[in-house]
């Protein structure tokens, strides 16, 4: 192979593991590349540069997203400026994909903070009810070692913040892949972006919007979040509070239907009323999701208490033969086994933040089968 044609098929295939998120790093995938393609060593000429690699994953997405990536380019950057704004006194700057328009599905919301204190970046979070996690990553280059601060944000997008000292607002950061300085915009300079590009669309309309139509996975966690602090009668629930109780009803119902989503919400979500009124939490469960779940979802937690009437043979005949009467009731056995099943001392169960982050997947995953 002649070393341009070499140079386009490495391209291509460290885009194509990029894409589909078998790689996360350009040089990794530059290097399984070179290696799947070639027997013995590639002369360094003849790789394929980190912006040539970049233009091949946006060809990718352009083949497999159509359409629907530019939408998605439209709404992330819509969600940045909220989130910009929300944190606004920490200087935070857009950078990446978002903002040079280069995004693929599974893309993340890039921001530079600016801020001499984690936590009063997120008390922003704290205040809104908004999960996050924070993380601190060391990287190792040109032996130094450096240690960097994340803020995850969970929204309808991924987010990484990206701490940094206040005394760094002015400082030049370059790109890991083109080598020069990063392109980045405050939030002035994102509101002229969104004008210049989307003039059909009123920005404060549909910020306002955005925000009187909440993110339903950012609502389940900020009801779920206070059920720790809900206890429960020993003799019937000895693993302790609700939230723990409901992380293990969903392990459970995770094992066994790990891809219907709205089985696993009704698991979840099945005693959220408990934290609003405890002598009626299915009602208040239920109200409190109006317009969230689906139907499905809503007849399954509507229905649990009386699935536990069927195990110990006090329901009556009519109502039992309602239930059966629903093309749900094999799901509403097995949810309430598994109800009953979470309730063990001292089970390790999966962190709520993950149990949310798994929910937000399962479209992912869904798409990228289709594939």
Same mark, same amino acid.
């Given at each position: 192979?002649?070393?341009?044609?070499?140079?386009?098929?490495? +391209?291509?295939?460290? +885009?194509?593991?990029?894409?589909?998120?078998?790689?996360?790093?350009?040089?990794?995938?530059?290097?399984?590349?070179?290696?799947?393609?070639?027997?013995?060593?590639?002369?360094?000429?003849?790789?394929?540069?980190?912006?040539?690699?970049?233009?091949?994953?946006?060809?990718?997405?352009?083949?497999?997203?159509?359409?629907?990536?530019?939408?998605?380019?439209?709404?992330?950057?819509?969600?940045?400026?909220?989130?910009?704004?929300?944190?606004?006194?920490?200087?935070?700057?857009?950078?990446?994909?978002?903002?040079?328009?280069?995004?693929?599905?599974?893309?993340?919301?890039?921001?530079?903070?600016?801020?001499?204190?984690?936590?009063?970046?997120?008390?922003?979070?704290?205040?809104?009810?908004?999960?996050?996690?924070?993380?601190?990553?060391?990287?190792r280059k040109d032996g130094v070692h450096t240690t960097y601060t994340h803020?995850?944000?969970?929204?309808?997008?991924?987010?990484?913040?990206?701490?940094?000292?206040?005394?760094?607002?002015?400082?030049?950061?370059?790109?890991?892949?083109?080598?020069?300085?990063?392109?980045?915009?405050?939030?002035?300079?994102?509101?002229?972006?969104?004008?210049?590009?989307?003039?059909?669309?009123?920005?404060?309309?549909?910020?306002?919007?955005?925000?009187?139509?909440?993110d339903p996975y950012q609502v389940f966690y900020s009801l779920l979040l206070?059920?720790?602090?809900?206890?429960?009668?020993?003799?019937?629930?000895?693993?302790?509070?609700?939230?723990?109780?409901s992380l293990q009803v969903f392990d459970l119902a995770c094992d066994a239907?790990?891809?219907?989503?709205?089985?696993?919400?009704?698991?979840?979500?099945?005693?959220?009323?408990?934290?609003?009124?405890?002598?009626?939490?299915?009602?208040?469960?239920?109200?409190?999701?109006?317009?969230?779940?689906?139907?499905?979802?809503?007849?399954?937690?509507?229905?649990?208490?009386?699935?536990?009437?069927?195990?110990?043979?006090?329901?009556?005949?009519?109502?039992?033969?309602?239930?059966?009467?629903?093309?749900?009731?094999?799901?509403?056995?097995?949810?309430?086994?598994?109800?009953?099943?979470?309730?063990?001392?001292?089970?390790?169960?999966?962190?709520?933040?993950?149990?949310?982050?798994?929910?937000?997947?399962?479209?992912?995953?869904?798409?990228?089968?289709?594939?």
């Open positions: 192979m002649n070393p341009s044609k070499l140079r386009r098929a490495i +391209a291509h295939e460290a +885009a194509r593991l990029l894409y589909l998120h078998e790689e996360s790093e350009y040089y990794r995938a530059k290097q399984k590349a070179s290696r799947r393609l070639c027997q013995g060593w590639v002369k360094p000429a003849d790789l394929p540069t980190n912006s040539e690699i970049r233009d091949a994953v946006q060809s990718f997405a352009r083949m497999h997203e159509g359409p629907d990536r530019l939408d998605a380019l439209r709404d992330m950057r819509l969600t940045a400026l909220r989130v910009m704004r929300l944190i606004g006194k920490f200087h935070p700057k857009l950078i990446g994909s978002v903002l040079t328009g280069h995004v693929r599905q599974g893309s993340d919301i890039d921001i530079h903070v600016f801020s001499d204190s984690i936590e009063a970046v997120a008390a922003c979070f704290d205040d809104e009810c908004i999960p996050y996690e924070i993380e601190r990553k060391q990287v803020i995850h944000v969970r929204e309808s997008y991924c987010i990484e913040l990206t701490i940094y000292k206040e005394n760094m607002r002015s400082y030049g950061f370059k790109s890991s892949i083109t080598g020069k300085l990063i392109e980045r915009a405050s939030m002035h300079e994102l509101e002229e972006l969104l004008k210049r590009e989307y003039p059909e669309i009123d920005t404060e309309r549909t910020l306002s919007e955005m925000n009187e139509t909440p206070p059920l720790e602090n809900v206890k429960q009668h020993p003799k019937y629930h000895p693993e302790g509070d609700v939230l723990y109780h239907m790990p891809y219907d989503e709205e089985f696993l919400l009704a698991a979840l979500l099945h005693d959220i009323g408990k934290g609003i009124d405890s002598t009626a939490h299915v009602e208040s469960g239920l109200e409190a999701l109006e317009g969230l779940i689906t139907e499905r979802t809503q007849w399954l937690i509507a229905n649990h208490m009386e699935a536990h009437k069927i195990f110990d043979g006090t329901i009556g005949s009519r109502a039992h033969r309602r239930l059966r009467e629903n093309e749900s009731y094999q799901d509403l056995l097995l949810l309430s086994e598994c109800d009953r099943g979470g309730r063990v001392p001292g089970a390790v169960t999966t962190e709520l933040e993950e149990v949310i982050d798994y929910l937000r997947s399962l479209g992912d995953e869904s798409w990228s089968r289709n594939l």
